[in-house]
C-alpha cells in the first residue's frame, strides 16, 4: 500500500504529494535547513561535487521544488540547468529565487512530471534529484524516464533520506521533527508523511538492485551522517 500524505483522501500519490508541498511551500526552505541544522546544504554540494570529473553542460534537476539543487548545479559551469517539479508553489518560491539572483538566463524552473518527461530521449548529459524519489507514484517509471533522456554515458546523482538507524537520530527523526514542522508549516500531515515515506522507501541495496532492473550501469551509494541520508550514483 502506497504511503500517501494525506489518508482521508481519495486522489493519487501524485495528487497529494503536489498539494502538501503547495501548501508548504512558502515554509520550506527555512524547515528543510532549520530540521537538518544546514546539513542538506552539505549533503547537496557532495552530490553535485560527485558530477566534477563528468563537467555536464545540460543538466536536469528532478523533484526541483525551490531550485537549491538547480542553483548548487551552477558550480559545474553548465550551459544549461532545468528543474522540473510538479508542485507550482514550490516552483513559485524557486522562479522568486532564481530571479532575485539573476540566473534566469541558465536556470529554467518548469511545471513538469519525472514519470512523463517532454524532453526527447538522450537530452542531458546529467540529471539531479534531491530528496525526491520517494515521492514518486510509480518509483520504476520514473527512474526509466529519467534514464532514457540522459545521453549515452550520462550520469544520475540522486540524494534521498534512508532509514536512520542511530536511536537518538530514529527518535528525532519520527517524534520530533513532525511536531516542529507541522508548527511552523501549518500542515498536519506533511512532515508526519515525511518519516512514513522515508521508512518505506528501498533504501542501500535494494534501491541500486531497481537503478539496475531499469537499466543503469554501476550504481553505487555512499551514505551519510550515520546513514540518515544516501547519495546515489549511476550511469547509462
Keep these: 500500500m502506497a504511503v500517501i500524505p494525506y489518508k482521508e483522501n481519495t486522489e493519487s500519490k501524485k495528487e497529494q504529494v503536489a498539494t502538501m508541498f503547495n501548501n508548504i511551500s512558502k515554509n520550506y526552505d527555512f524547515l528543510n535547513h532549520f530540521l537538518s541544522l544546514g546539513i542538506d546544504i552539505l549533503w547537496r554540494r557532495k552530490a553535485i561535487g560527485l558530477l566534477k570529473d563528468s563537467k555536464p553542460k545540460q543538466i536536469l534537476d528532478i523533484a526541483t521544488g525551490t531550485g537549491d539543487f538547480a542553483i548548487e548545479a551552477l558550480k559545474l559551469n553548465p550551459t544549461k540547468v532545468i528543474g522540473i517539479d510538479i508542485s507550482e508553489g514550490m516552483l513559485a518560491v524557486g522562479n522568486e ?4 539572483k539573476g540566473l534566469q538566463d541558465i536556470i529554467e524552473l518548469k511545471l513538469g512530471d519525472s514519470e512523463n518527461l517532454e524532453f526527447n530521449d538522450n537530452t542531458f548529459d546529467a540529471y539531479t534529484v534531491g ?3 520517494r515521492n514518486f507514484e510509480n518509483l520504476e517509471k520514473g527512474l526509466s524516464e529519467m534514464l532514457r533522456v540522459l545521453k549515452p554515458n550520462g550520469t544520475a546523482v540522486i540524494l534521498e533520506c534512508s ?3 542511530s ?6 527523526f519520527n517524534k520530533i521533527l513532525p511536531g516542529i514542522g507541522k508548527l511552523v508549516s501549518k500542515d498536519n ?7 512514513e515515506s522515508v521508512n518505506a522507501f528501498p533504501d ?3 534501491f541500486t538492485k531497481i537503478l539496475t532492473k ?8 555512499i551514505r551519510l ?3 540518515i541520508a544516501s547519495i546515489y550514483k549511476a550511469s547509462k
Excluded: R
Design 131 to 133: 530528496f525526491g524519489v
Design 225 to 227: 551522517m550515520f546513514g
Design 214 to 221: 531499469v537499466g543503469y550501469k554501476n550504481p553505487t551509494t
Design 167 to 172: 536511536a537518538l537520530i530514529k527518535f528525532y
Design 189 to 195: 500531515n506533511a512532515y508526519s508523511y515525511l518519516p
Design 97 to 100: 529565487k532564481i530571479k532575485n
Design 163 to 165: 532509514k536512520p538507524k
Design 204 to 206: 542501500g541495496e535494494e
